[in-house]
């Protein structure tokens, strides 16, 4: 499977425009597991999130753009559902690909700095 | 000075080898204010950390690498001095060298999200 050997370094990416407006790796997942759940409850669970922590999170995301990223119907018998927006989508899609983009140029660096790891860390 | 506008958005690195073994923003500054300074406590001084939280960072970076990253000589009056290794010099400059890349692959994503940010946090 592997070649030479795997690269194990994970890049994570956070963006910062301010105090309260931070755009980073949790966040991200949230909002996929939203899209793939249509609920917010649900994809706090998946990731191992409060109820109260998920909502938060998704009202800071909402603040933080120009419209919603996820738009919520509350009250239903199970708690109502969520939806990504396109702008939600948008966001999403802006930070993989900035992501992506990191991972790729940063990828010769990467390599450097696991070769001067300690054996323990390769080894697992 | 602005051209059009200021790119705000601020993109910050985390490398996770795994889960003891994390390169981030916090410690690659920490080695920067240990070569400044040639002390850990007052490296963490200016970084607002404790002298037990500057410590561990430092234990932590120097278990990590096959060679230490900061040597330290305990005991002086001022509790000894300490100095960034070449190891650990290799290592700032190759995580350095990442974020740079990242951030110019990244500036027209960078710029996108920007772009859709709430007024406000263009405001400050």
């Given at each position: 499977m592997a070649k030479d050997r795997d690269i194990t370094g994970e890049l994570r990416i956070r963006v910062r425009f301010g105090p309260d407006a931070i755009l980073g790796p949790g966040k991200a997942e949230l909002l996929e597991h939203i899209a793939a759940t249509g609920s917010i409850s649900a994809a706090g669970r998946e990731m191992g999130m409060s109820y109260k922590r998920a909502w938060q999170l998704v009202e800071t995301l909402n603040a933080m753009f120009?419209?919603?990223l996820v738009e919520s119907t509350r009250g239903?018998?199970?708690g109502g559902g969520a939806q990504v927006t396109p702008m939600g989508q948008e966001v999403l899609g802006c930070y993989r690909a900035l992501e992506q983009e990191a991972r790729d140029s940063g990828a010769s660096q990467l390599e450097r700095l696991q070769d001067l790891l300690c054996d323990m860390s390769d080894g697992k």
């Open positions: 120009r419209m919603p239903g018998a199970r």
